[in-house]
């Protein structure tokens, strides 16, 4: 099957400070990834959605100037938390969209961020 | 706005007992319904898929029919595996497979 990796798994920073999260398609092209946030006992939020070569389009409240998103080619896309505050720990997960098989979205393992 | 409801858990079973976890849910248009499971430590992974009323996603011996008059899509396995533990998450989608709504999730544990 269709395989998405994130990196990295787990990270610690301090607040005041930026992480940047990959989502990589590893066997197949998505011209769509998705990123979504898990709050403990919380159902997955969707974020943004996140379209190849265009710029991200983001769910109603979530700040774009403080998570950006890159989509730079078809099998990349990127997530940075700019200036991450306590309240930004969390666990990102990205998923990708197999358009040309099974249309089907394919989800990565998950990154936890911790904020100091 | 579009909302997915499923029981809490965590449920826990004994080996080869009858699983029920239930799911309804709330859409504007006529959704398609999804059952996702992550096992530990990967990726949720798409379990089975229904697209219209009175459809019977299944995979794995597990079904789930979708059924518009009581707005449900409850999952079900006639005899349960210490492997099938992990948490499932039931889902909607008005376009496709795309921008899902998910529910909160529920744990399963299965002992021997």
């Known amino acids: 099957g269709a395989v998405v990796s994130q990196h990295p798994s787990r990270v610690i920073c301090k607040s005041g400070t930026s992480v940047k999260i990959e989502c990589r398609s590893l066997?197949?092209?998505?011209?769509?990834m998705f990123w979504y946030r898990q709050f403990p006992k919380k159902s997955l939020m969707l974020m943004a959605t996140s379209n190849e070569g265009s710029k991200a389009t983001y769910e109603q409240g979530v700040e774009k100037d403080k998570f950006l998103i890159n989509h730079a080619s078809l099998t990349l896309s990127t997530l940075t938390v700019t200036s991450a505050h306590p309240e930004d720990s969390s666990f990102y997960i990205c998923?990708?969209?197999?358009?040309?098989?099974?249309?089907?979205?394919?989800f990565g393992p998950g990154t936890r961020l911790t904020v100091l | 706005g579009n909302s997915v409801t499923q029981m809490e858990g965590p449920v826990t079973l004994s080996e080869e007992a009858f699983l029920t976890i239930n799911c309804t849910y709330t859409?504007?248009?006529?959704?398609?319904l999804f059952w996702y499971v992550q096992y530990p430590g990967e990726g949720l992974q798409l379990l089975l898929k229904a697209t219209k009323a009175d459809d019977k996603g299944s995979n794995k011996g597990f079904e789930a029919t979708y059924r518009k008059e009581t707005t449900s899509f409850h999952l079900e396995k006639g005899s349960v595996q210490v492997s099938d533990s992990a948490v499932y998450f039931c889902?909607?989608?008005?376009?496709?497979?795309?921008?899902?709504?998910f529910g909160t999730g529920t744990r399963l544990t299965i002992i021997p």
């Open positions: 066997d197949f092209q998505a011209t769509t």
């Open positions: 859409a504007t248009g006529y959704p398609s």
């Open positions: 889902a909607l989608s008005l376009f496709g497979n795309e921008k899902l709504t």
């Open positions: 998923s990708a969209y197999y358009s040309s098989g099974a249309n089907e979205q394919f």
